[in-house]
């Protein structure tokens, strides 16, 4: 909500213009609720680091994870901060080390939204490309235009308290390890800092598309899109 638009475009003239998505994805009323919770001083963005560390890349884990799941490190940025300081800051807070950007990659508008229409498995495919515009993957969720549902299982939100539908934006970056020993201070976040090879993601994606919740299907989501941005399987 703080970041303008301003920002956006002197952070496009230093590291580059990135690729646009929207994405429309369904969850719970509970995952809901976790998202909104999140949104101190009415945040509504992350910033996503790709950061390579020779042929390693930084991933995080996070307390709620299940085992085996880790991912790229994102952050918000304070009312009032810089760009840059807000990424510097978050690198230390989470990562321990400093990192160097070095493409803007991706930006991304998304709406997370109750799930309590009609399932998705049961919505004839014609109908999907009618609403949705384009055609899709075997899995029924990937959508060829860029817009992915997922479908979340059914729960009843509190309306008193529950919002049934948040606007997030992302904005991800390539960055490279300067220095640092990882010893991270957001303990209170962060369970684990690790270094990867690429393929392990992979497997990390398995895991978010299968966990339950929009938040890490659509991380999956981001990765998927990343890879195909930096050539990677």
Request: charged share 30%; proline share 5%.
């Amino acid at each position: 909500m703080f970041v303008s638009d301003d920002m956006i475009r002197r952070m496009e003239e230093r590291f580059g213009v990135p690729v646009a998505r929207t994405y429309r994805i369904a969850t719970t009323a509970h995952e809901l609720a976790r998202i909104a919770s999140s949104q101190k001083h009415g945040r509504n963005h992350d910033v996503t680091l790709y950061v390579q560390k020779d042929d390693k890349w930084i991933v995080i884990a996070k307390h709620p994870y299940p085992a085996g799941l880790f991912r790229s490190p994102s952050g918000g940025l304070d009312p009032g901060e810089d760009f840059i300081d807000g990424i510097n800051r978050e690198a230390a807070e989470e990562l321990g080390c400093r990192v160097a950007l070095e493409r803007f990659l991706l930006k991304t508008d998304v709406e997370f939204f109750l799930e309590k229409e009609m399932p998705l498995a049961d919505i004839p495919v014609q109908q999907i490309r009618l609403l949705y515009g384009g055609p899709m993957t075997g899995d029924r969720r990937s959508l060829k235009n860029r817009i992915t549902v997922y479908r979340a299982p059914d729960d009843k939100p509190d309306k008193n308290r529950n919002p049934e539908l948040i606007r997030w934006r992302s904005w991800v970056f390539l960055a490279r390890y300067v220095d640092g020993d990882f010893r991270y201070t957001d303990h209170h976040e962060i369970r684990e800092v690790r270094l990867v090879d690429w393929d392990q993601f992979a497997e990390y994606g398995k895991i978010m598309k299968t966990a339950g919740g929009g938040g890490l299907y659509y991380r999956a989501l981001l990765h998927e899109t990343v890879a195909e941005l930096l050539g990677k399987p």
